[in-house]
């Protein structure tokens, strides 16, 4: 069934049910046709009307094809937990090791729901046979679902290691379109085998988990004989390779976490409960980082790097007149709250652009290594009230550094796109007063007033 057809039918369902009017169908449909005409669907023949029509199987798999692979697997590692600094692993320190788990010897546990065939497939346990040739590998689960799990020959194989590599998770069977996970717990046994290759391990073990979406893994993160953990979603072809060159220190991580992490009990919320903002009156905790206030196993943009980096908001703002000669004949509105806004669309187009502002955010690599940070910037309202999120992202930069180098980065600042919010009447404002960018703890207010 092709996306139109699916969205037709549903969307039927929902008028007869009174939840959608034929004019919120109707403007549905026509951006889904806007879409398919900006991607070309009815250009024709694409290899007389397209750039790209005359592409053929030479020009699929070449070295530099290959090579921005290996470079988005590697980017995209989470480094999750690192006990003790286990990793990066000195090669040459490692008499022989384990891989153990359902998903470390399967291609097809790299690759997502939407791929073509791939030019080559590494998986994990043929990324660490190329630093480490003393290897014995056991699957230990009959699948990634782990119905079946053979713990006492995988905890046997794990005591007469000198280290141990866990490659776990899920697989398109437990996650996929047309498939809801009703936990977010690791499936099967794998959290019993997990934990009880760990306790007959030498040292602390290594956890490397493929998934697309979060998983709870509280046990592990709170678990001393679990050293580390690196989340490598579903990493494609050279997804082994990445995650061996992880391991052994060969690429420094600073992927970032896209989505929030919810521990089990979050499965208790209705996946028919749409709101986003939190309800404390009732116990609903929200969703997404923006407004939910639950607990979390790891939060949204969580990660780790083998290197210490500083980050410093050292610039940003106008000089107050140039609110003032705005803002002053604009009329604000007030809340039943006493809050004040200013409505964009009273700014207009031409206000907006005259709004802007850089801001710097000077940041630092003391090392040991070398490599590519993730600079996040966000948004902080002086409260949450009124249906405000608590924080959200306005920007990210990513800026490889050498050990000891200094960058300054700039972020492009709109107070009509990143300060604004969207009231339950619709209309979009940005709120008479402070507004806080920060990079992590470090804030700097922005007064928003004539």
């Not at 026509?30 to 023949?45: T, V, W, Y």
């Not at 039943?336 to 806004?341: F, L, N, P, Q, T």
Request: aromatic share 8%; charged share 20%.
């Amino acid at each position: 069934m092709n996306c139109g057809t699916y969205m037709q039918q549903h969307a039927t369902a929902a008028i007869q049910q009174g939840k959608l009017t034929e004019e919120d169908i109707d403007k549905a449909l026509k951006n889904l046709f806007a879409i398919r005409m900006r991607l070309g669907h009815f250009d024709g023949d694409p290899r007389s009307n397209s750039v790209y029509g005359g592409l053929g199987a030479a020009d699929i798999c070449t070295p530099e094809h290959r090579s921005l692979a290996l470079e988005a697997a590697m980017d995209g590692i989470v480094l999750l937990k690192n006990d003790a600094g286990i990793l990066p692993l000195d090669r040459t320190a490692v008499a022989s090791a384990a891989v153990i788990g359902p998903n470390a010897n399967d291609g097809l546990a790299l690759i997502g729901n939407y791929f073509g065939p791939p030019c080559e497939s590494t998986t994990p346990l043929n990324g660490i046979l190329g630093y480490i040739k003393n290897v014995r590998f056991l699957a230990g689960c009959n699948s990634a679902a782990c119905d079946v799990a053979a713990t006492d020959q995988a905890a046997a194989v794990a005591s007469a290691s000198d280290y141990v590599f866990l490659v776990m998770g899920l697989s398109q069977k437990q996650e996929s379109e047309g498939r809801d996970r009703t936990s977010l717990l690791l499936p099967g046994e794998q959290q019993s085998l997990i934990t009880a290759v760990a306790d007959a391990a030498k040292r602390p073990v290594i956890l490397v988990l493929l998934t697309g979406g979060p998983v709870d893994v509280t046990f592990a993160q709170t678990n001393p004989k679990i050293g580390a953990i690196l989340w490598a979603g579903y990493p494609g072809q050279a997804g082994g390779l990445a995650i061996a060159r992880v391991l052994f220190g060969d690429h420094n991580p600073g992927g970032r976490l896209p989505v929030t992490w919810y521990p089990e009990e979050f499965t208790k919320v209705p996946m028919t409960d749409m709101r986003m903002r939190a309800d404390p009156a009732t116990g609903y905790p929200g969703r997404s980082y923006r407004f939910y206030q639950g607990k979390t196993v790891y939060k949204f943009g969580y990660g780790l790097s083998y290197s210490s980096y500083s980050r410093q908001l050292v610039s940003g703002g106008k000089p107050a007149e140039s609110y003032t000669n705005l803002l002053a004949s604009l009329r604000t509105t007030t809340t039943s709250e006493g809050d004040e806004s200013y409505h964009i669309e009273e700014i207009g187009t031409d206000g907006c652009e005259q709004l802007k502002f850089p801001a710097g955010v000077e940041v630092q690599n003391h090392g040991p290594m070398d490599g590519k940070h993730s600079v996040l910037m966000y948004l902080r309202w002086p409260n949450a009230k009124g249906g405000r999120p608590t924080t959200q992202l306005i920007g990210f930069r990513s800026q490889h550094l050498k050990v000891g180098e200094k960058a300054n980065i700039r972020f492009d600042i709109s107070p009509c796109e990143h300060f604004s919010r969207v009231r339950k009447d619709g209309k979009k404002v940005i709120d008479r007063g402070s507004h806080y960018l920060m990079v992590d703890k470090d804030e700097l207010e922005i007064r928003f007033e004539a």
